[in-house]
Protein backbone atom coordinates (compact mmCIF):
# COMPACT_ATOMS: atom_id res chain seq x y z
CA UNK A 1 0.00 0.00 0.00
CA UNK A 2 1.22 3.09 -0.78
CA UNK A 3 1.12 6.06 1.85
CA UNK A 4 0.43 9.44 0.18
CA UNK A 5 -2.66 11.36 0.50
CA UNK A 6 -4.38 14.04 -0.65
CA UNK A 7 -7.17 16.04 0.50
CA UNK A 8 -10.01 17.16 -0.81
CA UNK A 9 -10.76 14.65 -2.75
CA UNK A 10 -13.83 16.46 -4.13
CA UNK A 11 -14.31 20.41 -4.13
CA UNK A 12 -16.66 22.93 -6.02
CA UNK A 13 -15.92 26.47 -5.53
CA UNK A 14 -16.75 29.59 -6.77
CA UNK A 15 -15.18 31.59 -9.69
CA UNK A 16 -11.93 34.18 -8.13
CA UNK A 17 -11.75 31.84 -4.61
CA UNK A 18 -8.25 30.71 -3.95
CA UNK A 19 -7.81 27.23 -2.90
CA UNK A 20 -4.96 25.28 -1.76
CA UNK A 21 -4.55 21.20 -2.46
CA UNK A 22 -3.25 19.32 -0.02
CA UNK A 23 -0.58 16.09 -0.73
CA UNK A 24 1.87 14.48 1.89
CA UNK A 25 3.47 11.14 1.87
CA UNK A 26 4.69 9.15 4.57
CA UNK A 27 7.92 7.64 2.63
CA UNK A 28 10.26 9.61 2.79
CA UNK A 29 10.45 9.99 -1.23
CA UNK A 30 12.30 13.31 -1.76
CA UNK A 31 10.63 13.38 -5.54
CA UNK A 32 6.98 14.51 -5.66
CA UNK A 33 4.60 15.44 -8.79
CA UNK A 34 1.57 17.06 -9.71
CA UNK A 35 -0.09 15.77 -12.63
CA UNK A 36 -3.57 17.23 -14.38
CA UNK A 37 -5.64 14.85 -15.37
CA UNK A 38 -8.48 15.46 -18.04
CA UNK A 39 -11.58 12.90 -18.43
CA UNK A 40 -10.36 10.64 -21.58
CA UNK A 41 -7.13 12.30 -22.06
CA UNK A 42 -3.32 11.20 -20.81
CA UNK A 43 -1.94 12.94 -17.45
CA UNK A 44 -0.17 16.05 -17.74
CA UNK A 45 2.84 16.94 -15.28
CA UNK A 46 2.24 20.53 -14.17
CA UNK A 47 4.73 20.43 -11.37
CA UNK A 48 7.74 18.69 -9.54
CA UNK A 49 10.14 19.02 -6.96
CA UNK A 50 13.77 17.25 -6.02
CA UNK A 51 13.72 17.88 -2.40
CA UNK A 52 12.91 20.32 -0.08
CA UNK A 53 13.03 23.94 -1.63
CA UNK A 54 13.11 22.55 -5.32
CA UNK A 55 10.07 23.14 -7.55
CA UNK A 56 10.25 23.36 -11.21
CA UNK A 57 7.56 23.49 -13.95
CA UNK A 58 6.35 20.76 -15.79
CA UNK A 59 5.51 20.03 -19.49
CA UNK A 60 1.90 21.62 -19.38
CA UNK A 61 1.58 25.38 -18.69
CA UNK A 62 -0.17 26.25 -15.16
CA UNK A 63 -1.49 28.88 -13.53
CA UNK A 64 -1.12 27.24 -9.82
CA UNK A 65 1.86 27.45 -7.67
CA UNK A 66 3.56 24.77 -5.32
CA UNK A 67 5.93 24.65 -2.29
CA UNK A 68 8.15 22.04 -0.82
CA UNK A 69 9.53 23.50 2.64
CA UNK A 70 9.00 19.72 4.13
CA UNK A 71 9.98 16.94 2.30
CA UNK A 72 6.23 15.18 2.83
CA UNK A 73 4.23 18.08 1.97
CA UNK A 74 3.52 19.27 -1.45
CA UNK A 75 0.63 21.60 -1.88
CA UNK A 76 -0.14 23.06 -5.04
CA UNK A 77 -2.15 26.35 -5.24
CA UNK A 78 -4.15 28.39 -7.51
CA UNK A 79 -5.35 32.02 -5.94
CA UNK A 80 -7.65 32.43 -8.39
CA UNK A 81 -9.87 29.81 -9.57
CA UNK A 82 -11.37 29.79 -13.06
CA UNK A 83 -13.32 27.18 -14.56
CA UNK A 84 -10.70 26.42 -16.96
CA UNK A 85 -9.20 25.18 -13.86
CA UNK A 86 -11.75 22.21 -13.67
CA UNK A 87 -10.10 19.20 -13.65
CA UNK A 88 -8.42 15.89 -11.82
CA UNK A 89 -5.47 17.00 -9.96
CA UNK A 90 -3.09 13.77 -9.26
CA UNK A 91 -0.10 14.13 -6.90
CA UNK A 92 3.03 11.14 -7.03
CA UNK A 93 6.27 10.60 -5.29
CA UNK A 94 8.91 8.66 -6.22
CA UNK A 95 12.08 7.81 -4.26
CA UNK A 96 15.34 8.50 -5.61
CA UNK A 97 17.12 5.29 -6.15
CA UNK A 98 16.34 4.76 -9.57
CA UNK A 99 13.76 4.97 -12.48
CA UNK A 100 10.95 3.09 -11.74
CA UNK A 101 7.68 3.32 -9.75
CA UNK A 102 5.63 6.64 -9.25
CA UNK A 103 3.00 6.33 -6.10
CA UNK A 104 0.27 8.16 -6.55
CA UNK A 105 -2.58 9.49 -4.51
CA UNK A 106 -6.38 8.74 -5.21
CA UNK A 107 -6.73 12.41 -6.53
CA UNK A 108 -8.64 15.88 -6.01
CA UNK A 109 -11.21 16.90 -8.57
CA UNK A 110 -12.06 20.18 -8.91
CA UNK A 111 -14.87 21.77 -10.15
CA UNK A 112 -15.19 25.78 -10.93
CA UNK A 113 -18.59 27.41 -11.24
CA UNK B 1 10.46 14.64 -27.44
CA UNK B 2 9.19 11.77 -26.48
CA UNK B 3 5.40 11.00 -26.70
CA UNK B 4 3.45 8.03 -26.28
CA UNK B 5 0.30 6.25 -28.22
CA UNK B 6 -2.56 4.03 -27.09
CA UNK B 7 -4.39 2.86 -30.32
CA UNK B 8 -7.58 2.06 -28.78
CA UNK B 9 -9.42 4.52 -26.23
CA UNK B 10 -11.93 1.46 -25.24
CA UNK B 11 -11.50 -2.01 -25.61
CA UNK B 12 -14.85 -4.39 -24.11
CA UNK B 13 -13.63 -7.79 -23.70
CA UNK B 14 -15.79 -10.88 -22.22
CA UNK B 15 -14.93 -12.24 -19.01
CA UNK B 16 -12.01 -14.97 -19.28
CA UNK B 17 -11.26 -14.26 -22.63
CA UNK B 18 -8.00 -12.65 -23.58
CA UNK B 19 -7.30 -9.38 -24.06
CA UNK B 20 -4.28 -7.05 -25.35
CA UNK B 21 -4.03 -3.36 -24.77
CA UNK B 22 -1.25 -1.45 -27.43
CA UNK B 23 1.20 1.33 -26.77
CA UNK B 24 3.54 2.78 -29.12
CA UNK B 25 6.21 5.63 -28.27
CA UNK B 26 8.75 7.57 -29.99
CA UNK B 27 11.75 9.01 -28.57
CA UNK B 28 15.12 9.19 -30.00
CA UNK B 29 17.22 7.96 -27.02
CA UNK B 30 16.77 4.56 -24.83
CA UNK B 31 13.62 4.73 -22.47
CA UNK B 32 11.90 3.20 -19.84
CA UNK B 33 8.11 1.96 -20.19
CA UNK B 34 5.38 1.46 -17.47
CA UNK B 35 1.99 0.31 -17.27
CA UNK B 36 -0.22 1.93 -14.86
CA UNK B 37 -3.65 0.80 -13.85
CA UNK B 38 -6.63 3.09 -12.77
CA UNK B 39 -9.36 1.65 -11.24
CA UNK B 40 -12.42 3.94 -10.25
CA UNK B 41 -12.38 6.75 -8.46
CA UNK B 42 -8.84 5.77 -7.14
CA UNK B 43 -4.71 6.80 -8.36
CA UNK B 44 -2.93 4.85 -10.94
CA UNK B 45 -1.24 2.16 -9.37
CA UNK B 46 1.90 0.37 -11.50
CA UNK B 47 1.12 -2.86 -13.33
CA UNK B 48 4.19 -3.48 -14.84
CA UNK B 49 7.66 -1.98 -15.85
CA UNK B 50 10.62 -2.16 -18.14
CA UNK B 51 13.76 -1.06 -17.26
CA UNK B 52 16.55 -3.54 -19.60
CA UNK B 53 17.29 -6.91 -19.61
CA UNK B 54 14.79 -9.80 -21.01
CA UNK B 55 11.94 -8.02 -23.48
CA UNK B 56 9.21 -9.98 -21.59
CA UNK B 57 7.93 -8.22 -18.13
CA UNK B 58 5.15 -9.74 -16.06
CA UNK B 59 3.42 -7.70 -13.55
CA UNK B 60 0.73 -7.95 -10.95
CA UNK B 61 -2.31 -9.67 -11.26
CA UNK B 62 -1.61 -11.79 -14.30
CA UNK B 63 -0.58 -9.11 -17.02
CA UNK B 64 2.28 -8.91 -18.99
CA UNK B 65 4.13 -6.73 -21.74
CA UNK B 66 6.67 -7.08 -24.49
CA UNK B 67 8.45 -4.32 -25.29
CA UNK B 68 9.51 -4.44 -28.79
CA UNK B 69 12.57 -2.05 -29.58
CA UNK B 70 11.86 -2.07 -33.47
CA UNK B 71 8.31 -1.53 -33.50
CA UNK B 72 8.80 0.40 -30.63
CA UNK B 73 6.10 -0.92 -28.95
CA UNK B 74 4.93 -1.98 -25.10
CA UNK B 75 1.87 -3.60 -26.02
CA UNK B 76 0.06 -5.04 -22.34
CA UNK B 77 -1.86 -8.72 -22.55
CA UNK B 78 -3.37 -10.93 -20.31
CA UNK B 79 -4.36 -14.63 -20.96
CA UNK B 80 -7.51 -14.45 -19.00
CA UNK B 81 -9.60 -11.24 -18.14
CA UNK B 82 -11.90 -10.77 -14.78
CA UNK B 83 -14.39 -8.51 -14.11
CA UNK B 84 -12.41 -6.96 -11.53
CA UNK B 85 -9.69 -5.97 -14.40
CA UNK B 86 -12.40 -3.31 -15.18
CA UNK B 87 -9.94 0.06 -15.44
CA UNK B 88 -8.42 2.36 -16.89
CA UNK B 89 -4.59 1.20 -18.17
CA UNK B 90 -2.08 3.97 -19.09
CA UNK B 91 1.20 3.47 -20.72
CA UNK B 92 4.09 5.71 -20.09
CA UNK B 93 7.71 6.09 -21.01
CA UNK B 94 11.08 8.80 -19.11
CA UNK B 95 13.87 8.79 -21.08
CA UNK B 96 16.43 6.70 -19.69
CA UNK B 97 19.30 8.89 -20.36
CA UNK B 98 18.79 11.82 -18.95
CA UNK B 99 15.35 12.72 -16.72
CA UNK B 100 14.06 9.87 -15.79
CA UNK B 101 12.16 10.95 -13.03
CA UNK B 102 9.87 12.45 -15.94
CA UNK B 103 7.13 10.39 -17.07
CA UNK B 104 5.27 10.97 -19.86
CA UNK B 105 1.42 9.16 -20.09
CA UNK B 106 -0.47 8.14 -23.07
CA UNK B 107 -4.39 8.75 -22.62
CA UNK B 108 -5.26 5.39 -21.27
CA UNK B 109 -7.46 2.59 -22.78
CA UNK B 110 -10.74 2.12 -21.18
CA UNK B 111 -10.95 -1.73 -20.69
CA UNK B 112 -14.23 -2.88 -19.92
CA UNK B 113 -14.86 -6.95 -18.99
CA UNK B 114 -18.47 -7.80 -19.96
CA UNK B 115 -19.95 -10.69 -17.42
Known amino acids: EADIYQTPRYLVIGTGKKITLECSQT?????MYWYQQDPGMELHLIHY???????EKGDLSSESTVSRIRTEHFPLTLESARPSHTSQYLC????????????FGEGSRLTVL | AQSVTQLDSQVPVFEEAPVELRCNYS??????LFWYVQYPNQGLQLLLK??????LVKGINGFEAEFNKSQTSFHLRKPSVHISDTAEYFC?????????????FGPGTSLSVIP
Open chain 1, 27 to 31: MGHDK
Open chain 2, 50 to 55: YLSGST
Open chain 2, 92 to 104: AVSDSQTSYDKVI
Open chain 1, 92 to 103: ASSSTSGPGELF
Open chain 2, 27 to 32: SSVSVY
Open chain 1, 49 to 55: SYGVNST
